[in-house]
């Protein structure tokens, strides 16, 4: 079984970062990255929030940090983490097609789309459901379509929605879907990807990994970084951010 001494599960910003600084402090890292490298901003078309680099696309943005990532050593695997477990003095991570050793753990694995409601799916029955108007948006050019949600991330969708297709119409969650439209697009809300951990480190009740500034959780050993975790702020740079701390926390305790 291969050994490291740091596993990073999610390749989004906060786990690159973090990457970048555990190999930079000269120990053996591992990333694990369920989907696509780089995380949710991928979707992104304009990122005019990241110090340094105005209106890049999130997908270019993310391919250069993850290529500075492996320029420097970081190692990434294209695997899905499935559990993670106390052995030894160390952990052991469990993916869909191995099993690794480490002796500290990141969780930076992120958040996903909340998911249409029973009533709704039911109600949209053969029409296309989207999670991502960037990405779909352009298969219904110049046909109907509705988007599910109340908050700035369904305003966005609208928006580019409307240069698109013949009718935007805006719905609010459990609302009835308009018989014509041809798609759903869903924007009611991310939830944490944190189901695997919550027999190893406390969560809140919307399942975010507890932890501050820190970046230490209730489990020694184990850290977390990046919108999976209680904070106020879910953006790039605090996700950076939190990869950086909880890269030397990782660290720090190993040397301890
Ligand atoms: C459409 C959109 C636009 C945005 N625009 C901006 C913006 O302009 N500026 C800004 O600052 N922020 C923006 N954000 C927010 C920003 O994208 C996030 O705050 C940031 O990407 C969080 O990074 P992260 O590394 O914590 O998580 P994520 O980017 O979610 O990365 C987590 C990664 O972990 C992986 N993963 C999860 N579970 C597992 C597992 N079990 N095994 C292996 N891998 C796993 C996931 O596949 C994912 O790649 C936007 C978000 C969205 C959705």
Request: negative net charge; charged residues 25%.
């Amino acid at each position: 079984m291969k050994k490291y001494d740091v596993i990073v599960v999610g390749g989004g910003m906060a786990g690159l970062t973090a990457g970048i600084y555990v190999v930079r402090a000269g120990k053996t890292i591992l990333v694990l990255e369920a989907g696509a490298v780089g995380g949710q901003i991928i979707t992104a078309p304009s990122v005019e929030n990241w110090p340094g680099s105005f209106r890049m696309s999130g997908a270019d943005l993310m391919k250069d940090i993850a290529g500075q990532a492996t320029e420097l050593g970081v190692e990434i695997k294209y695997e899905e983490v499935t559990e993670i477990t106390k052995k030894g003095n160390g952990f052991l991570v469990t993916t869909d097609e191995d099993e690794y050793i480490c002796g500290a753990v990141i969780i930076a694995a992120g958040t996903e789309p909340r998911r249409l409601s029973e009533k709704q799916t039911k109600d949209a029955g053969k029409r296309a459901i989207s999670y991502c108007a960037t990405c779909d948006g352009a298969l219904y050019k110049n046909k109907p379509v509705v988007v599910v949600g109340s908050g700035n991330t369904a305003k966005q969708e609208m928006a580019y929605l409307k240069n698109i297709a013949s009718r935007v119409y805006h719905i609010h969650h459990d609302d009835p879907i308009p018989e014509d439209v041809e798609a759903v697009f869903v924007a009611i809300g991310r939830i944490p990807m944190t189901k695997v951990y919550t027999d190893l480190v406390d969560v809140n009740k919307d399942g975010f990994i507890i932890a501050g500034e820190d970046c230490v959780t209730s489990c020694p050993g184990v850290f977390v970084a990046g919108d999976c975790r209680t904070k106020s702020v879910r953006q790039l740079v605090t996700a950076a951010g939190d990869g950086a701390v909880a890269a030397e926390a990782a660290v720090h305790y190993l040397n301890k």
